[in-house]
């Protein structure tokens, strides 16, 4: 079967968040499964860089105002597990050789030309998948991720006589690529797609509906998501095109790709450890302590956060809770960047709060292994959660997660109750209303189990042996492609 991925980012070259991680992963596990998947990435400055001996596919010419566009494949760099993925790289200068992050420009606004930058991406994708620019090559399925990619649908619905298979997967409902109705002329697609029933959206056009109404199935990153998606409660104005897709829509929980997170082979840490052996746990989080300029205390519980700091993840909800999580003995260090007013109000906090409170702004992929070692329980208190990758990571290096029972976080940490414990099935602690005080009571059953090394290291151990597999999940796809496909047919 061949399979081919279509999406903005993917790790190591491009990440903005875990929707790399996927596209990082995911296709290399399909390959380990017998499918020939690829991938099809616009040729940002990173992707041309390090996208390996690419040789050209062909010359597509001018498209979407630039004027010289390519394609290209070539292969991603090696990973550990030897699986060699080959990507596509579309090459069109004009649009996507700048620099940073892929969809803003340096003072963090959208790039005014996005809805030309990701059509393009869908328009290559539709007609790669239509058999019309690789001779050699034509998948079965084309699976698109996010808005980013997700015109290739509408793209393809445009031409009956093209059965291409098409998957969806949503890793943010929140991020729709809305824009302006004026503008949909430049997407070469006939009007009459500009309606309710079509890609029109209050007033504006969204790339995120003709993955929704046109892809022949739809997945996002967990079960729990996919229910949700369909309620007005977490569907963006969306649930009600979530719901009349009935059964086409199902959940597949991400993985962890344990060739890069695994505190027994992880060479960003300060001492590694397993299950088996976790006295280099500790020699980590004194590490991190001292790194970050905390007070050097085991018996301190060191909380942290490594996230996007948007209004998503719930970050205002930490600082209300603050006070009370610093008077039960915590301490808090927070990795993250994103809204200025919750970088300004977390530097704040640790200029208030010296040596009990933390802040790393910014990017940095490394750091992130030595918080996930570090700490003693990860904070996710997110107001809504697609899968979340920051928990299992935590639970890969028996960090206690902390969420809200949101989205995948439900469908992966197991709440520490009276029975769970009892039962020895408990992987971390959870809250329900997105509520200061919420999140404070939650906080507060940390610390005290914190104090029960007994209790405390029945989780973590339990929590270690956690799987959450992209093998699993591989299995899932394959399985959802050959319905589709046979549905389709
Ligand atoms: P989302 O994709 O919504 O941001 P996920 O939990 O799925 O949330 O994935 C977040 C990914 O981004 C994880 O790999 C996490 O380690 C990483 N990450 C988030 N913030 C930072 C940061 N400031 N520095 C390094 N890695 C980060
Ligand atoms: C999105 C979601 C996150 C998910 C990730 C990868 O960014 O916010 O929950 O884990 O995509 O699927």
């Given at each position: 079967?061949?399979?081919?991925?279509?999406?903005?980012?993917?790790?190591p070259?491009?990440?903005?968040?875990?929707?790399?991680?996927?596209?990082?992963?995911?296709?290399?596990?399909?390959?380990?499964?017998?499918?020939?998947?690829?991938?099809?990435?616009?040729?940002?400055?990173?992707?041309?860089?390090?996208?390996?001996?690419?040789?050209?596919?062909?010359?597509?010419?001018?498209?979407?105002?630039?004027?010289?566009v390519?394609?290209?494949?070539?292969s991603?760099?090696?990973?550990e597990?030897?699986n060699?993925?080959?990507?596509?790289?579309?090459?069109?200068?004009?649009?996507?050789?700048r620099?940073?992050?892929?969809?803003?420009?340096?003072?963090g606004?959208?790039?005014?030309?996005?809805?030309?930058?990701f059509?393009?991406l869908?328009?290559?994708?539709?007609?790669?998948?239509a058999?019309?620019?690789?001779?050699?090559?034509?998948?079965?399925?084309?699976?698109?991720?996010?808005?980013?990619?997700?015109?290739?649908?509408?793209y393809?619905?445009?031409?009956?006589?093209?059965?291409?298979?098409?998957v969806?997967?949503?890793h943010?409902?929140?991020?729709q690529?809305?824009?302006?109705?004026?503008?949909?002329?430049?997407?070469?697609?006939?009007?009459?797609?500009?309606?309710?029933t079509?890609?029109?959206?209050?007033?504006?056009?969204?790339?995120?509906?003709?993955?929704?109404?046109?892809?022949?199935?739809?997945?996002?990153?967990?079960?729990?998501?996919?229910?949700?998606?369909?309620?007005?409660?977490?569907?963006?104005?969306?649930d009600?095109?979530?719901?009349?897709?009935?059964?086409?829509v199902?959940?597949?929980?991400?993985?962890?790709?344990g060739?890069?997170?695994?505190?027994?082979?992880?060479?960003?840490?300060?001492?590694?450890?397993?299950?088996?052996?976790?006295?280099?746990k500790?020699?980590?989080?004194?590490?991190?302590?001292?790194?970050?300029?905390?007070?050097v205390?085991?018996t301190?519980?060191l909380?942290?956060?490594?996230?996007r700091?948007?209004?998503?993840?719930?970050?205002?909800?930490?600082?209300?809770?603050?006070?009370?999580?610093?008077?039960d003995g915590?301490?808090?260090?927070v990795?993250?960047s994103?809204?200025?007013?919750l970088?300004?109000?977390?530097?704040?906090?640790?200029?208030?709060?010296k040596?009990?409170?933390?802040?790393?702004?910014?990017?940095?992929?490394?750091?992130?292994?030595?918080?996930?070692a570090?700490?003693?329980?990860?904070?996710?208190p997110s107001?809504?959660?697609?899968?979340?990758?920051?928990?299992?990571?935590?639970?890969?290096y028996?960090t206690?997660?902390?969420?809200?029972?949101?989205?995948?976080?439900?469908?992966?940490v197991?709440?520490?109750?009276?029975?769970?414990?009892?039962?020895d099935?408990?992987?971390?602690?959870?809250?329900?209303?997105?509520t200061?005080?919420?999140?404070?009571d939650?906080?507060?059953?940390?610390?005290?189990?914190f104090?029960n090394?007994?209790?405390?290291?029945?989780?973590?151990?339990?929590?270690?042996?956690?799987?959450?597999?992209?093998?699993?999940?591989?299995?899932?796809?394959?399985?959802?492609?050959?319905?589709?496909?046979?549905?389709?047919?």
């Amino acid at each position: 079967m061949k399979v081919l991925h279509a999406a903005a980012e993917v790790f190591p070259l491009v990440k903005t968040g875990g929707l790399a991680d996927v596209l990082g992963a995911l296709p290399q596990v399909l390959v380990k499964a017998g499918v020939d998947a690829r991938l099809l990435l616009p040729g940002f400055p990173a992707i041309k860089k390090g996208v390996l001996q690419q040789k050209l596919v062909c010359n597509i010419g001018a498209a979407f105002g630039a004027g010289k566009v390519s394609l290209w494949l070539g292969s991603l760099p090696n990973s550990e597990s030897g699986n060699n993925v080959q990507a596509y790289v579309i090459d069109a200068p004009y649009l996507y050789d700048r620099v940073g992050n892929p969809y803003q420009s340096a003072n963090g606004s959208e790039w005014p030309d996005n809805a030309q930058r990701f059509a393009l991406l869908g328009w290559v994708a539709a007609h790669l998948a239509a058999g019309e620019l690789d001779d050699d090559w034509c998948p079965d399925v084309l699976h698109v991720h996010d808005w980013h990619a997700a015109m290739a649908c509408a793209y393809l619905a445009m031409h009956p006589s093209t059965k291409t298979t098409t998957v969806f997967t949503v890793h943010n409902l929140a991020y729709q690529g809305l824009f302006d109705e004026r503008d949909f002329h430049l997407m070469g697609l006939p009007t009459r797609m500009l309606a309710p029933t079509g890609l029109e959206f209050y007033g504006q056009f969204s790339f995120m509906k003709a993955g929704l109404a046109y892809a022949n199935r739809v997945t996002t990153v967990s079960p729990t998501y996919a229910r949700e998606m369909a309620t007005p409660e977490f569907g963006c104005g969306l649930d009600g095109l979530v719901k009349a897709r009935g059964t086409d829509v199902s959940g597949i929980l991400n993985g962890v790709d344990g060739a890069i997170w695994n505190p027994s082979s992880d060479k960003e840490i300060a001492s590694k450890y397993s299950a088996s052996n976790l006295s280099g746990k500790l020699a980590c989080k004194t590490a991190l302590q001292k790194l970050l300029g905390l007070n050097v205390d085991p018996t301190a519980p060191l909380f942290g956060v490594v996230s996007r700091l948007t209004s998503q993840k719930g970050l205002d909800l930490v600082l209300a809770a603050l006070p009370s999580l610093l008077a039960d003995g915590a301490q808090l260090a927070v990795q993250g960047s994103g809204d200025a007013d919750l970088e300004t109000a977390f530097v704040a906090a640790t200029a208030a709060h010296k040596g009990r409170v933390a802040v790393r702004l910014g990017y940095d992929e490394a750091f992130a292994h030595n918080m996930m070692a570090g700490c003693d329980v990860m904070l996710v208190p997110s107001r809504f959660e697609p899968c979340g990758l920051t928990q299992l990571y935590a639970l890969r290096y028996g960090t206690l997660p902390l969420v809200r029972s949101v989205g995948g976080l439900v469908d992966t940490v197991v709440e520490a109750t009276a029975d769970t414990l009892q039962q020895d099935t408990a992987t971390g602690f959870m809250f329900g209303p997105a509520t200061p005080a919420a999140l404070a009571d939650a906080m507060e059953q940390a610390v005290k189990t914190f104090a029960n090394t007994k209790l405390w290291n029945q989780i973590v151990l339990r929590g270690m042996a956690q799987s959450f597999s992209w093998d699993d999940a591989a299995k899932d796809y394959v399985a959802l492609y050959k319905e589709a496909l046979q549905s389709n047919s």
